[in-house]
C-alpha cells in the first residue's frame, strides 16, 4: 500500500492507495512545532480508524510547501515505518516539464496537480487549487507546465479582513441566501464566497483567451467543492488530484 503525503500550509492531507484504488483519505491541521513522534501517533491513529496497520504500508510519496515539516516526515516514515520516502523535489521525474523563468520556484503541490491533470486529462488544462492560496496552473497537451497565476485563498483572505478590520469577526463560510446581505455576517459571507467565484471565473476567462483555446479547467483543494457549486466555470472537480499525483511520479521513480 502507498500513502501519499501533501504537506499544505494550513492542512495535512494523506491518502493510501491499494494499486489505482484511493482505499481513505485524512486531514489533519499543519503544525510545524510538532515532532516526528507527536505526527506520529496522530498518523498512527488515523490509520488504525481506518482498520490499516502500519505494516500494510509499504511505499511513501510527500510532497510539501512547508520546508520545516520535510525533514520532520522523512524522520517520522523511516522511525516509524521504516520506509525512506520519495519527496518531490528537483530532479525526480514527473512526467512534465516546467518551462518557468525559474523551474525551481514553483510549488511541489503545484508541479504534482499539472503531473495528475497532464496524465487524467490528456488536452491543455487549467488546474484550479483552492487552498491556502489560489493557485492557477496551466499545462499544454504536450505535457509542458507554461505558468500560471497565484492569488490569496479563500480562507487567507477571510483571515486578514478578520484581523485588520475592528468591527468584523469571523464567520462561517457558507453560502448565503443572497448577495445583498442584510446583516454583517450574511453581508461578509456574500463578499468572501461570491467575490471568490468571481475571482476564478475572471482568472480562467483571461486564462483562456490568452491561450486560444478551450482548455479543460479542474477545481481541487479545501474549497473547491464549496466554489464549485455556484459556477459552472469548472469542467470537472476532483479533490483527490494531488494525491493521485503524487501516486503516479511514484510509480515514474519506482524504478
Known amino acids: 500500500m502507498l500513502l501519499a503525503v501533501d504537506i499544505g500550509n494550513t492542512d495535512i492531507t494523506l491518502g493510501a492507495f491499494e494499486g489505482e484504488i484511493l482505499r481513505g483519505t485524512w486531514r489533519m491541521a499543519t503544525g510545524t512545532r510538532r515532532t516526528a513522534d507527536e505526527q506520529a501517533v496522530l498518523l498512527l491513529d488515523m490509520l488504525q480508524y481506518q482498520g490499516i496497520d502500519r505494516s500494510d504500508i509499504k511505499e511513501v510519496a510527500v510532497c510539501s510547501v512547508v520546508p520545516p515539516l520535510t525533514p520532520t516526515f522523512e524522520r517520522l516514515f523511516q522511525q516509524y515505518f521504516h520506509i525512506s520516502p520519495l519527496v518531490v523535489m528537483a530532479g525526480i521525474k514527473t512526467g512534465v516539464r516546467i518551462r518557468m523563468d525559474n523551474p525551481r520556484e514553483v510549488g511541489a503541490d503545484r508541479i504534482v496537480n499539472a503531473a495528475a491533470a497532464h496524465y487524467l486529462y490528456k488536452g491543455t488544462v487549467i488546474v484550479v487549487d483552492l487552498g491556502t492560496a489560489a493557485t492557477f496552473d496551466v499545462v499544454s497537451k504536450e505535457g509542458d507546465y507554461i505558468g500560471g497565476a497565484i492569488a490569496p485563498g479563500l480562507i487567507t483572505a477571510a483571515e486578514a479582513l478578520f484581523t485588520r478590520a475592528a468591527q468584523l469577526f469571523r464567520v462561517e463560510l457558507v453560502r448565503p441566501k443572497r448577495a445583498i446581505g442584510t446583516n454583517t455576517i450574511t453581508a461578509m459571507q456574500s463578499g468572501i464566497i461570491f467575490g471568490y ?59
Do not use: C, H, W
Not at 197 to 217: D, H, P, Y
Open 197 to 255: 467565484v468571481g475571482l476564478v471565473e475572471e482568472m480562467v476567462r483571461r486564462i483562456q483567451q490568452e491561450l486560444g483555446e478551450k482548455a479543460k479547467v479542474v477545481a481541487t483543494g479545501g474549497y473547491s467543492e464549496l466554489i464549485a457549486r455556484e459556477t459552472k466555470v469548472f469542467d470537472e472537480t476532483n479533490p483527490d488530484l494531488t494525491l493521485i499525483g503524487l501516486r503516479l511520479i511514484y510509480e515514474m521513480n519506482r524504478a
